[in-house]
């Protein structure tokens, strides 16, 4: 019974999330003429995400260096490391790991930021002022999100390859002008749009669970830290399984 | 006025259009509310300004921005002249001084004060203010108590205001509505309200601990709750 009741809260959910989507949306052209408030929120959480997002990028990138060292030695093909990495970089963990990070680091701030005007009436005190929130404040920092995480995305993976290029070329010495050639012969451009669809993917989902969660967050201390909580368990759990159905949605076209 | 929990900020709710009421109607200036498109309610809603209990200023924005906030979100008014309106709204409560502080730097009473300012600033024809007394102190409140009635004889406004505060309302208003458990239950000049033929409306405003609304909360019998026979 209660897995019943919990299935029909998620199907509720998913309801409830897709109109408050939709209304979003319908918000959006309006948002678009204010790019003042846009670029501000890309800055919040793109601009300030880019340490946490650099340094996780270029550690990614040098185990992603040395495990790919290790095993394409053994069948000494250390020289396709740089391709290899890219590939790896560009079509999953670049966009996943951008996401999950970016949950944690911008979403939660999103959550807890509009959950804490909703408890202290800002909201109720906009509307009473003929001001929709949903366009003053829920639009532009959904579409701060949707245009940072794919920035955040390339980054990402220009920072990871400098990592496996400092450990593969540096410290294993893998042959320079073979790491960057094998990279630009292996690399197409169809890898590059299932990066940048799945970053564009996420960068919609984490911003739309953060706004949500925080604009229906329960007017408490309790309701906006739950409401951070989910934030970052719903989107870690949507980007892993988008990022499945968009790799078998695109494999399938090959 | 009524006690606390009878449903006077829901009221002010359903008269800016945030609640539906489940029946009846809600007109305001000849238009019912909860009949309106949500652009007839915005448009409504910009001849009515509201002082929310915690004052409900916008954090992240500094005392001036605050008032000018509503004029730079429903007016395309140039940068001088909303200058000069939000100086004249802030001098009005006393605060011009603090154009530059934080809400986080104010008192309770400036917080009020600045958002008295805010609810004023696109001139409405309609104030409606939620317990603005509860937590000030005595000079804030006699400051918050001058304003209420400065703003609503200077700028002829109508003025609702909703208060448990007997002491404060009587020496505020020109006509009071009690209202009980949803219902109004006595109304007219403040006055006359004490001298109430219901024990209900008596006891609300003398203030007596014990009455129609009773010191103690629907118990078992004290004694057989003491010995055990019940829990």
Known sequence: ?254 | MGPSGTGKTTLLRMITGQLRPQSGTVTVAGQNVPGLSRRELFNLRRRMGMLFQNSALLTDLDVFENVAFPLRENTSLPDELIRQVVLTKLNSVGLRGAARLMPAELSGGMGRRVAMARAIVMDPELLLYDEPFSGLDPIALGVVLRLIRQNNDALGLTSIVVSHDVAEISRLVDHCFVISEGKVIASGPPADLVDSPSDLVRQFMTGAADGPVPFHFPAPPYADQLLGSSK
């Open chain 1, 1 to 254: 019974m209660n897995l019943w009741l919990g299935l029909i809260e998620v199907v509720r959910k998913i309801g409830a999330a897709s109109l408050f989507l939709v209304s979003i949306l319908q918000q959006c052209p309006a948002a678009l003429t204010r790019p003042g408030l846009i670029s501000q929120q890309v800055h919040n959480a793109g601009v300030r995400s880019l340490v946490i997002i650099m340094t996780s990028a270029f550690f990614v990138g040098m185990v992603i260096g040395l495990q790919g060292y290790d095993s394409l030695s053994r069948l000494r093909q250390e020289d396709i490391l740089g391709a290899a990495v890219a590939l790896t970089l560009f079509k999953e963990l670049g966009p996943v790991v951008t996401g999950l990070l970016f949950a944690g680091r911008a979403g939660t701030a999103l959550a807890s930021e509009i959950g804490l005007m909703r408890a202290t009436d800002q909201l109720s005190a906009m509307e009473v002022m003929a001001i929709d929130p949903i366009r003053r404040i829920v639009a532009p920092r959904f579409l701060g999100a949707v245009i940072s995480v794919p920035l955040l995305t390339a980054t990402f993976n220009a920072v990871g390859i400098l990592g496996a290029w400092f450990v593969g070329v540096s410290v294993m010495g893998v042959d320079n002008g073979a790491f960057w050639s094998q990279m630009q012969q292996y690399v197409d451009p169809s890898d590059i749009f299932e990066g940048v669809a799945k970053s564009v993917v996420f960068g919609v989902t984490a911003g739309l669970v953060a706004v949500f969660e925080g604009y229906n967050s329960p007017p408490t201390a309790q309701g906006v830290g739950m409401a951070t909580t989910k934030t970052v368990v719903t989107t870690s759990i949507l980007v892993l399984i988008f990022d499945y159905i968009i790799t078998a949605f695109l494999l399938q076209g090959h």
